[in-house]
Nanobody
Framework: QVQLVESGGGLVQAGGSLRLSCAASGFTLDYYAIGWFRQAPGKEREGVSCISSSDGSTYYTDSVKGRFAVSRDNGKNMVYMQMNSLKPEDTAVYYC??????????????WGQGTQVTVSS
């Protein structure tokens, strides 16, 4: 059974940092891409970042480039997203997801339950 569990969210002041974790079970994370998404109140869900399995390529939405960094520890079946220089507009519920494909894509079939990130001004 494919399962993803996010953790690491919380309340932080603007300019601060958080590291989100995504724990995978039920599949071997080494082989698959993992995406990070977020949804703020009243807004549509947006893709934040993704890390592929094939060569570890990473992708970021423009608003987080240079501030967020996604990485993976295949030995621990974990993916992380380090978030620095946080802004109030980063406030959202953050989700990790997989499409059980090697490359990052548009559609994701398996989602975690989300972790809340709140950035105060």
């Amino acid at each position: 059974q494919v399962q993803l569990v996010e953790s690491g969210g919380g309340l932080v002041q603007a300019g601060g940092s958080l590291r989100l974790s995504c724990a995978a079970s039920g599949f071997t994370l080494d082989y698959y891409a993992i995406g990070w998404f977020r949804q703020a109140p009243g807004k549509e869900r947006e893709g934040v970042s993704c890390i592929s399995s094939s060569d570890g390529s990473t992708y970021y939405t423009d608003s987080v480039k240079g501030r967020f960094a996604v990485s993976r520890d295949n030995g621990k079946n974990m993916v992380y997203m380090q978030m620095n220089s946080l802004k109030p507009e980063d406030t959202a519920v953050y989700y990790c997801a997989t499409n059980l494909e090697r490359l990052c894509g548009e559609e994701y079939d398996y989602w975690g339950q989300g972790t809340q990130v709140t950035v105060s001004s």
